[in-house]
């Protein structure tokens, strides 16, 4: 039984931050690479962040560069997601997604699992 469970969202103020949390479960870990998507309504899901299965790689949305910062730690199944200066456009639902693949990739398509997603909501 595989399980990406996502934690942290929640409502916070322009300029503000919120740490995002998914804990695997049922996988590998170490064996996958990790992604954070995110989908505002009426918009498609878009790649937000990445991380290779070290943690040596990471990748990042142009908009959110110098803002988000993801990272993992292996020994306890976690990806992390780190958001500062949090702006309204952020808005959305956002979700886990492990990736097998060799290289780290953007694409929604070459991830197999999914979490359920946490809502952000950031208010100006």
């Known amino acids: 039984q595989v399980q990406l469970v996502e934690s942290g969202g929640g409502s916070v103020q322009a300029g503000g931050s919120l740490r995002l949390s998914c804990a695997a479960s049922g996988i590998p870990f170490s064996f996958y690479n990790m992604g954070w998507f995110r989908q505002a309504p009426g918009k498609e899901r878009e790649f937000v962040a990445g991380?290779?299965?070290?943690?040596?790689?990471?990748s990042y949305l142009d908009s959110v560069k110098g803002r988000f910062t993801i990272s993992r730690d292996n020994a306890k199944n976690t990806v992390y997601l780190q958001m500062n200066s949090l702006k309204p456009e952020d808005t959305a639902v956002y979700y886990c997604a492990a990736d097998r693949s060799s290289l780290l990739r953007i694409e929604a398509g070459s991830y197999d699992y999914w979490g359920k997603g946490t809502l952000v909501t950031v208010s100006s």
């Open positions: 991380i290779s299965r070290s943690g040596g790689r990471t």
